[in-house]
């Protein structure tokens, strides 16, 4: 079997770190140095993830006041969305089982579904603004619940659904809806009226997108005295499901769940009772995943290795559980980001959460979970990947990136057992055919995702055999040094600090190229991805 053997040395700090001059093929110090090698399989794929590996969420709290959702109208938030895609948009979260679906229009079958072209539904400035300041109160609010665990019943009409589908369909996203699952019967089943009502309008409208029931019923007792267990909750979805399939329009759509929390105590209890009665009925299993709660959490945690490291420990629960019932049944992290309670605030929203995302998208992908939606897109708490100002932070820029650089094939790389370091945090793709074409490059182009936790600079040393390739660096920094860079909300690219150029155009995003060499530099806390142009891997031809 074909492998490539890296060897990646741990150096003191470099000056120069910038792409320019250029810092990332600086020869090291041979007396501060430490070998660690890193064989790289590009014969094997390991695994392929859903083309829409990477997607993100909107949570319900957004629609809690409905002039809200006019925000997806904005032209700045439907440039940033289109160059996540292809992404699943999920609407859901704590509050849609708190919302209700409530028809103002009379919807007679008129024969017509025409809606206004997307340049049309778009928010005027003097709105925006006036929302955007809006906004920062109904934060204060939403936070106040979220803390209280007191949620007030939530009326949405058609002007939420219009929104939604109109910012997915303009922006080339698939819509996803959570439907209110703690809408109950006198017997403790699911009373599916309110959601046969809304069915019934998107099937008017046309609307096509996906569905899920519910949001972490694992914490519907302590969010609303219900008590909903497993096997209860599988014959819920086998309702909708059958609903579904009544609908002529509706009857080859997904449905996915049960949102469970990660293993914990009872949400083990509810996962398996739903694989029990529920998982023929949806098209893949979801769970959610944070590593700390927000509240009290640290920067240390947002780069310890052992933090890191367990989300592998929760997955491999999940997976475990789900083959025993269904192992062909793929599996999603269906809401995750970094910390629970709406983040931890200047933490996640900096440059330092970039090493929870990028890493989890890493991890996940190797563990084989198919989808990863990234809470949240826009909207409440401290952990959306754009701002209260609508402009991208960190985290976007990340993401973006992997979008146009990584694959859905998933290749291996092992550590030697004798020098790992925990801090250099590795994995590796197939490159993505828009990467090819923009490199000019031929198939079996391999993307090395690479993250150095530590506070020294990492030197990675290739063989002749892949060092005869060009290859394309795109390394973020914070734009400030040293660690309180960490709590920065802008990043540079090679150098320079990324930021929209108008409300309808993102910058490019320019590859360092360098020469065929031997050595490529990863700078201290920095991410990076290295696209190896030339590699010819057998996997990804």
């Not at 972490?216 to 008590?227: C, L, V």
């Not at 060009?470 to 802008?490: H, I, K, M, N, W």
């Amino acid at each position: 079997m074909d492998s490539v053997w890296l060897l990646v040395l741990v150096l003191a700090p470099l000056c120069d770190q910038t792409a320019a001059g250029s810092g990332l093929l600086r020869d090291p110090d041979p007396d501060q140095k430490v070998d660690l090698k890193v064989d790289l399989d590009l014969v094997s794929v390991l695994h392929r993830v859903d083309q829409r590996f990477l997607s993100v969420t909107i949570d319900a709290s957004l629609a809690e006041e409905e002039k809200f959702m006019s925000l997806l109208s904005s032209p700045k938030v439907r440039t940033l969305a289109r160059a996540l895609t292809p992404a699943f948009l999920r609407f859901g979260g704590t509050r849609q089982d708190f919302m209700e679906f409530t028809p103002q229009r009379f919807h007679q079958d008129s024969g017509s579904t025409a809606e206004p072209t997307c340049d049309q539904m778009e928010l005027p400035s003097w709105l925006e603004d006036r929302l955007k300041k809006d906004w920062t109160r109904q934060r204060v609010i939403l936070m106040r619940e979220d803390l209280q665990r007191k949620y007030r019943r939530v009326k949405f009409t058609e002007y939420t659904v219009d929104l939604l589908h109109s910012f997915t369909n303009c922006s080339g996203m698939d819509l996803i809806f959570g439907l209110n699952a703690l809408l109950r019967t006198a017997d403790n089943s699911w009373n599916s009226s309110n959601a046969a009502s809304l069915l019934s309008y998107c099937e008017s409208r046309r609307y096509r997108m996906s569905w899920e029931l519910g949001n972490e019923p694992n914490s519907y007792e302590k969010k609303a005295g219900i008590r909903v267990d497993g096997r209860q909750l599988g014959r819920d979805f086998t309702r909708l499901r059958d609903m579904m399939s009544q609908s002529k329009f509706y009857h080859d759509a997904a449905l996915y769940g049960p949102d469970v929390g990660q293993p914990r105590d009872r949400r083990t209890d509810i996962l398996e009772g739903f694989l029990q009665t529920g998982s023929e009925a949806v098209d893949a299993l979801t769970w959610h995943h944070y590593y700390v709660n927000g509240r009290d959490t640290s920067l240390e945690d947002f780069i310890d290795p052992e933090v890191l490291d367990t989300l592998a420990l929760k997955t491999t629960e999940v997976l475990k559980k789900v083959k025993l019932v269904s192992p062909e049944k793929p599996v999603w992290l269906g809401e995750t980001s970094s910390a629970f309670g709406g983040g931890a605030v200047g933490l996640s929203d900096t440059f330092v959460a970039g090493f929870m995302w990028l890493d989890k998208l890493g991890l996940a992908a190797r563990l084989g979970l198919d989808v990863v939606m990234r809470q949240v897109f826009i909207g409440s708490g401290s952990y959306h990947l754009v701002d209260d100002n609508l402009d991208p932070l960190p985290d976007y820029w990340l993401s973006v990136l992997y979008k146009r650089l990584v694959g859905p094939e998933v290749l291996k790389v092992g550590f030697s057992s004798f020098a790992r370091s925990k801090r250099v945090r590795l994995y590796l793709h197939c490159s993505t055919r828009e990467s090819l074409s923009l490199f000019r490059s031929s198939s079996g182009a391999v993307t090395l995702i690479s993250l150095n936790l530590s506070k020294k600079p990492v030197w990675i040393v290739v063989p002749a055999s892949v060092s005869s390739s060009t290859v394309e660096a795109f390394v973020l920094q914070s734009d400030q040094p040293g660690e309180d860079g960490l709590y920065s909300r802008s990043v540079k690219l090679n150098g320079d600090v990324l930021k929209m150029v108008d409300d309808q155009t993102l910058p490019d995003l320019k590859a360092a190229p360098l020469p065929p060499s031997e050595r490529l530099q990863l700078p201290a806390f920095s991410l990076a991805f290295f696209v190896f142009t030339d590699a010819a891997a057998a996997a990804c031809i």
